[in-house]
């Protein structure tokens, strides 16, 4: 069975800040990873997709990178910004399956 | 489009009343999945419906847990009688499925969620 998990739980960071969420999977044969965030309140919205033969994604200030074999992946911010704050959550997509599987999640706050 | 529309946004109910909790999935979408989301277990999914047919329901807490897809265009998701352990937030999500490849392998484009239902049983 996959399990997800994320470090840190929470993060808080004053703006200005480049940082890194890290998520990790237990069984490295996955399809996809997904990042999402989450506002207080509201639903998930997807942040951004790496397929598992890929190595990098990126949309503005997000880059997310894969590393299939160490089951690990790694959200980077840059520039963080008060409206970055949000929790962020991993989830992975395992091979043969068309369900995924959360992480936590990491609360981030980014203070002005 | 207006996105995956849930309701009620909010529902508080006594332990042992029935509660359902009802989701429009975007237009064009096959897929439609029901997840709950608390504090101590994080995101969790529920069920899983593909063309309005449940695949998987294994995340389905137990015989007081209920969902269906009459038509393509709303589910329900029926919890009774309702626990105080019920209480959670429940979000609604859709998406496209599709074939790729020669071998006809299923793909799926991102999920889209729901506002959630913010569900407290007394």
């Known amino acids: 069975k996959q399990e997800v998990t994320q470090i840190p739980a929470a993060l808080s960071v004053p703006e200005g800040e480049n940082l890194v969420l890290n998520c990790s999977f237990t069984d490295s044969a996955i399809y996809n990873l997904q990042w999402f965030r989450q506002d207080p309140g509201k639903g998930l919205t997807s942040l951004l997709l790496i397929q598992s033969s890929q190595r990098e994604q990126t949309s503005g200030r997000l880059n997310a990178s894969l590393d299939k074999s160490s089951g690990r992946s790694t959200l980077y911010i840059a520039a963080s910004q008060p409206g970055d704050s949000a929790t962020y959550l991993c989830?992975?997509?395992?091979?043969?399956?068309?369900?995924?599987?959360f992480g936590k999640g990491t609360m981030l706050l980014v203070s002005p | 489009d207006a996105g995956v529309i849930q309701s009620p946004r909010h529902e508080v109910t006594e332990m042992g009343q029935e509660v359902t909790l009802r989701c429009k999935p975007i237009?064009?979408?096959?897929?439609l999945f029901w997840y709950r989301q608390t504090m101590m277990r994080g995101l969790e999914l529920l069920i899983y419906?593909?063309?309005?047919?449940?695949?998987?329901d294994s995340g389905m807490p137990e015989d007081r847990f209920s969902a269906k897809m009459p038509n393509a265009s709303f589910s329900t998701l029926k919890i009774q009688p309702s626990e105080p352990r019920d209480s959670a937030v429940y979000f609604c999500a859709s998406s496209l499925q599709f074939r790729t490849g020669g071998f006809g392998g299923l793909d799926q484009e991102t999920q889209y969620f729901g506002p959630g239902t913010r569900l407290l049983v007394l």
């Open positions: 989830a992975v997509r395992s091979s043969g399956y068309s369900t995924l599987t």
């Open positions: 419906f593909n063309n309005n047919v449940p695949i998987d």
């Open positions: 237009s064009g979408h096959n897929s």
